[in-house]
């Protein structure tokens, strides 16, 4: 993969580096950490000195990382500074020895992308076409391109459409995976002397872990990945701290009875079966579906000792979302505690959707037994739908609910769906959602006995006590500024 070359953010030369090996790699024995590793180390690589430390430096590319030979114990640390693109392909450690991906040097955090660099004029091709704005871009690959950024989120991001015959306005694009073009309309003309950065997000995962075990990612800034930013499944002791994590989504995942394309795309998503994870003092933002989220549908899977910490999630379209329909699967032991939720659907993906359906906590349809479900010490604040839906009965004999605080814009505090009449609908991004809206009386009239909870119902505490036990939470009603 081509990645940005960065100046050394050190101000140090290749010569008063360590010594290099080939491919731009500084590998230190044991013992010798230099002394920006040795800055950014912790306690578990003091107590494993033999333990190999690997800086990788911008003029390596992600292909090269991936390659590496890692024993367990190993750290390798980006420059900060630094841009790479493509995907980071984590290895497994050990328990005592987990594998560890982080940052060294001074500066901004090094940066995981897996998206094309679109702000060459000369790259872009204009299209015959009547109304004379259309312009294409060569991608080289039939991957499917999910978003379009435009001076990195400054200018937003395009509109995707479903066809070339559905771009109609300025600022619609269409990726053709036979012609491995991305089509936009810009009335300004050529799309790179309009803005000054335009990255074409793909349908990968910035960081893809299957199957991965004992991975520690920290100090690492992921974004512009077109599927999800953190992704894999059956996972264990993974933990993921202090890292950013933006602009996400937007591929398809598949196209439902109608021929509607379900985009989809999340921050942080651990799928399958999931053990031992800790994710804290995350920052994550602007995802097509959830900020983080556990969840599957895989028969037989356990997600055991999650724990989601002390993190910031804005401008998702859910900040959290949960369901486990695995046939003889289990969820246990699942804490949301100390996080900070705010503006849900606020972010880039809510008006392209075609069933807007905002929320904080989004709880789909669970059907194992979830025991040690605990939601408590954070703050839910405004959405542009609702502030949480949850689609289950009975979350109060299993869930706890404590010392939340519940903030709306005059937007309603709980959709409770239940049950659908018709066994579940797994091609709607909503499960009950046939018209492509947040309408509560379509939605709950294929459920069986919905609530709505709104800000001004005066049984509100009393109704939230009974269904999910939310005795001690506080809840106020603030405009939005």
């Known amino acids: ?102 940052a060294c040097g001074t500066g901004p955090a090094p940066v995981i992308q897996p998206s094309l660099d679109a702000s060459d004029a000369a790259a872009w091709r204009r299209e015959d076409d009547a109304a004379g704005d259309l312009w294409s871009f060569f991608t080289g690959s039939p991957v499917d391109s999910g978003n379009v950024i435009l001076d990195h989120g400054e200018s937003g991001c395009l509109f995707k459409r479903g066809s070339l015959a559905e771009m109609t306005r300025d600022r619609d694009f269409f990726f053709d995976p036979a012609s491995c073009r991305v089509f936009v309309r810009s009335s300004g003309g050529n799309p790179a002397g309009r803005w000054s950065s335009i990255e074409i997000a793909q349908k990968l995962n910035a960081v893809d872990e299957p199957r991965a075990h004992d991975v520690v990612y920290e100090n690492l800034r992921v974004r512009y990945g077109a599927a999800h930013g953190v992704g894999g499944g059956g996972t264990a002791r993974i933990t993921i701290r202090d890292c950013d994590v933006e602009w996400i989504g937007g591929g398809y995942l598949y196209r439902d009875d109608a021929g509607n394309g379900v985009r989809y795309g999340n921050g942080i998503e651990f799928w399958g079966g999931a053990e031992d994870i800790l994710v804290e003092r995350c920052r994550v933002c602007q995802c097509w579906d959830a900020g983080i989220t556990n969840q599957t549908n895989e028969p037989g899977s ?34 949301l505690a100390g996080n900070r939720f705010r503006d849900a659907g606020g972010g880039w993906g809510h008006e ?34 609702v502030l949480a839906r949850i689609f289950n009965e009975g979350w109060g004999r299993e869930a706890t609910f404590s010392a939340n605080t519940w903030i709306s814009g005059g ?71």
């Not at 989601?308 to 032991?333: I, K, L, M, P």
């Not at 789909?364 to 405004?382: E, L, S």
Request: hydrophobic fraction near 35%; include cysteine.
């Open 1 to 102: 993969m081509i990645n940005d070359m960065k100046e050394n953010s050190t101000g140090s030369s290749p010569s008063q580096s360590p010594v290099l090996i080939e491919g731009g790699i500084a590998k230190f024995p044991a013992g010798r950490l230099p002394d920006e590793a040795e800055a950014v180390a912790d306690e578990a690589w003091r107590l494993h000195p033999t333990d190999a430390v690997i800086v990788v430096r911008p003029e390596m590319g992600l292909d090269e990382v991936n390659s590496l030979a890692l024993a367990p114990g190993a750290t390798v640390l980006f420059e900060r500074g630094g841009v790479w693109r493509g995907q980071l392909l984590a290895r497994s450690g050990t328990p005592d020895h987990p594998i560890r991906y982080g």
């Open 302 to 335: 356990v997600q055991r000792n999650i724990a989601w910490r002390d993190c910031e999630v804005s401008r998702c379209e859910y900040s959290y979302e949960f369901w486990h329909q695995g046939a003889g699967g289990r969820t246990e032991n699942v804490v």
């Open 352 to 385: 392209q959707r075609w069933n807007p359906n905002a929320a904080h906590l989004m709880l789909y349809d669970t059907v194992m037994p979830t025991p040690g479900f605990v939601v408590r010490d954070n703050v839910f604040a405004r959405s542009e739908d």
């Open 411 to 481: 937007e309603p505090y709980l959709r409770c769906h239940r049950r659908p009449r018709a066994g579940l609908v797994y091609l709607y991004p909503d499960r009950l959602d046939r018209i492509h809206d947040d309408n509560a009386a379509e939605i709950e009239s294929q459920g069986a006995g919905g609530v709505v909870c709104g800000v001004d119902d005066a049984s509100l505490l009393e109704r939230l006590a009974e269904e999910f036990g939310l005795r001690e939470d506080e809840f106020s009603r603030r405009p939005r500024t």
